[in-house]
């Protein structure tokens, strides 16, 4: 098994700082990457430098990993954003958002962009990435998870999209899958009331796609993983490319689009 720490550089205020701790740590085996947020004495914050690590794992992912398992140590899933950025010192070498503010509107969103870089390669069709979410999903915590195709959830699981009510929106490209999978009104009555979202709800209205007893989370996400890993890799990929563009397209649209991949299946298998 291939092991790296992933340490990065990167920072909202100056690119040039030292290496700092990203707090991810990221595995390959075989056809499985694991990426596990690992600064639990923490809950998992997050910073920059865990997002320029996330992008760097998207943009090295080797070409046999089939499934990503995004997961944190302890007693958390993710507590979101290291609350550190919200002072005037910052997360050192990092900077703050007061820091980020001076940057202009332009430079902000470029340092928005590089850190949703870190989120969106894990809905490629390549792969099926599944979050495996204990404890609390604050925030970019819950955002990370919702980047994710799949979530197995713990029993004491607490989603919360934190951001409205500390002044900010949600900008990690959680939006998009949380409308998709829970629909618009309860979009709006999860974020604008920065509620908490426990287990049975999170079942219930689609965010989990499981809920497992804590200590049986391990062994459920190896068990879908198993499974995932049971069916023809090409016929997967072409799969999930059909099932995401199901929604852009209409229903004749998206039947010519199932007779083109099956097309090429065929002409795999039997040409
Ligand atoms: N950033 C930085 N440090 C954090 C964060 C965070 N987001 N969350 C927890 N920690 C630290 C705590 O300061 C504490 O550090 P210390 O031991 O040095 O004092 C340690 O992690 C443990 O935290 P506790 O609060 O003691 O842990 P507990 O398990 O009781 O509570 C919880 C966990 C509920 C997650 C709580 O820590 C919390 O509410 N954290 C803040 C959540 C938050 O507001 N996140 C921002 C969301 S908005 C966004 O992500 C953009």
């Keep these: 098994m291939a092991e790296a720490q992933a340490q990065q550089r990167g920072g909202i205020a100056d690119d040039g700082f030292a290496e700092a701790e990203s707090g991810v740590r990221y595995e390959v085996d075989g056809e499985i990457a694991t990426i596990t947020l690992a600064r639990p004495e923490k809950r998992n914050a997050q910073t920059f430098a865990t997002w320029s690590a996330l992008a760097r794992i998207g943009e090295s992912l080797p070409e046999q990993v089939r499934v990503v398992v995004v997961k944190g140590e302890g007693p958390s899933f993710s507590a979101g954003i290291d609350l550190r950025m ?10 703050s958002f007061s820091t980020a503010a001076k940057i202009g509107d332009a430079g902000f969103e470029q340092r928005i962009r590089q850190a949703q870089a870190g989120f969106l390669w894990l809905r490629r069709p390549e792969i099926v990435s599944i979050a495996a979410v204990q404890g609390h999903a604050i925030g970019a915590g819950f955002q990370l998870a919702l980047s994710c195709d799949l979530r197995i959830v713990a029993e004491d699981v607490a989603f919360c999209m934190k951001e409205p009510a500390l002044g900010l929106v949600p900008d990690l490209t959680g939006t998009k899958p949380l409308v998709e999978l829970v629909g618009l009104a309860k979009a709006i009555d999860i974020c604008l009331t ?17 809920v497992v007893a804590r200590g049986d989370l391990e062994q459920a996400v190896s068990d879908k993983v198993a499974a995932l890993l049971s069916v023809n890799r090409d016929a997967a990929v072409a799969t999930k490319r059909l099932l995401q563009g199901a929604r852009q397209r209409t229903l004749e649209e998206q039947s010519v689009a199932e007779g083109i991949e099956q097309a090429a299946r065929i002409k795999a298998l039997f040409g």
Aim: hydrophobic residues 35%; charged residues 20%; aromatic residues 4%.
């Design 86 to 95: 919200f002072t005037s010192e910052g997360v050192p070498g990092q900077g």
């Design 194 to 210: 920065a509620r908490t979202v426990h287990a049975d709800e999170a079942m219930r209205i689609g965010l989990a796609e499981q």
